[in-house]
């Protein structure tokens, strides 16, 4: 059972404009929600994380909305660059240090 | 710090060969996981440690995966017999237990032929 939901799978922004990537979870134990980006033939690295006391995080170009009641999160990529290609994932764990459950995946191309 | 340590980068072998993956964690860090990368099934858990004990390995896939963590700074993954099924990019990540945000390595990227 897939727990975290990811859309799209795959996404298109010309260069300077905003990325959007949206995950939706069920667990609703699930208290850290993080971002990780990954670059062919590199391991995921943690881009931005978000709890859920609060409703947005924003780190540089980067911003997490956070929906409680919806169960919902979203990143926000603004002034895309073509150096941000790359495959995003959501993600979400219970409890500190525990086991991450992972969203499918966003391939995202930035066009220049 | 080196971060966390995989290797082999690459490996091929033929089906029903063992094969073994290695991991180092990055020290301090006393929990590490297993994922494992496919473009059907994306990054799936496999099975986590902390302070060296399997703490859930309900994502181990069948009997002919199995993990061990002899000690803080090594874990190895073990598939025997290997299948072409089992071609997949295999990941290790670390953390320190109660933080957030884990650390991957570089992956092992697996082809069974």
């Known amino acids: 059972q897939q727990q975290v939901k990811q859309s799209p799978q795959s996404l298109i922004v010309q260069k300077g404009g905003i990325s959007i990537i949206n995950c939706a979870y069920e667990?609703?134990?699930?208290?850290?929600f993080p971002w990780y980006q990954q670059f062919p033939g590199k391991g995921p690295a943690l881009l931005i994380a978000i709890r859920p006391d609060v409703s947005e995080k924003k780190e540089g170009r980067f911003t997490i909305s956070f929906n409680k009641s919806a169960k919902q999160f979203s990143l926000h990529i603004m002034d895309s660059q073509p150096g941000d290609s790359a495959t995003y994932f959501c993600?979400?764990?219970?409890?500190?240090?525990?086991?991450?459950?992972f969203g499918g995946g966003t391939r995202l191309m930035v066009k220049p | 710090d080196a971060g966390v340590i995989q290797s082999p980068r690459h490996e091929v072998t033929e089906m029903g060969q063992e094969v073994t993956l290695r991991c180092k964690p990055i020290?301090?860090?006393?929990?590490l996981f297993w994922y494992r990368q496919t473009m059907m099934r994306g990054l799936e858990l496999l099975i986590y440690f902390n302070n060296n004990v399997p703490i859930d390995d309900s994502g181990m896939p069948e009997d002919r995966f199995s993990a061990k963590m002899p000690n803080a700074s090594f874990s190895t993954l073990k598939i025997q017999p290997s299948e072409p099924r089992d071609s997949a990019v295999y990941f290790c990540?670390?953390?320190?237990?109660?933080?957030?945000?884990?650390?991957f390595g570089s992956g092992t990227r697996l082809t069974v032929v």
């Open positions: 990540a670390s953390i320190v237990t109660g933080t957030y945000g884990y650390t």
């Open positions: 993600a979400a764990s219970r409890n500190a240090g525990n086991m991450l459950t």
């Open positions: 020290s301090g860090h006393n929990s």
């Open positions: 667990n609703t134990a699930f208290d850290y």
